[in-house]
């Protein structure tokens, strides 16, 4: 009968400098699987937020459209359903024991950008 321990560390760093050369260290210091690399924007809510402003904004300048196209006027919003995503790129390196015990190890990581995704549907009333 075999058993499997497994213990997983979480870093969170905003020095993207320093990712390859944590992975280094990591692995130098007896990790044998680095896994699941997330880069997520600080700014996410934010980003999040201006996005939904915009979708809005479109969403009333082609509701304004066509209510004038058919004569109407457009009232007050009745409901505001709000899609959001964030699209993460995938950094899994999937690196397993290679350098271990390698003092100085790097692995090269280059940042990317996160992408978000902001869908408004919106409710007028018309007059």
């Known amino acids: 009968m075999g058993y499997t321990a497994t213990n997983r560390v979480r870093v969170v760093t905003k020095n993207l400098d320093k990712i390859g050369e944590i992975i280094g260290a990591a692995m130098a210091s007896g990790a044998n699987e680095v896994d699941a690399l997330e880069m997520i924007t600080a700014e996410a809510g934010v980003a999040q937020a201006e996005a939904l402003k915009k979708a809005i904004k479109s969403a009333r300048n082609k509701a304004e459209a066509a209510a004038s196209a058919s004569g109407r006027k ?33 692995s090269p990581i280059s940042p990317g950008q996160n992408d978000f995704q902001v869908e408004a549907k919106v409710v007028f009333e018309l007059l």
């Not at 409901?79 to 995938?90: A, C, G, K, L």
């Not at 350098?99 to 190890?105: F, I, M, Q, R």
């Open 74 to 106: 457009l009232g007050k919003v009745v409901s505001i359903v709000e899609t959001s995503t964030m699209e993460i790129p995938d950094w899994t390196p999937g690196y397993k024991s290679v350098g271990a015990g390698v003092p100085g190890l790097e």
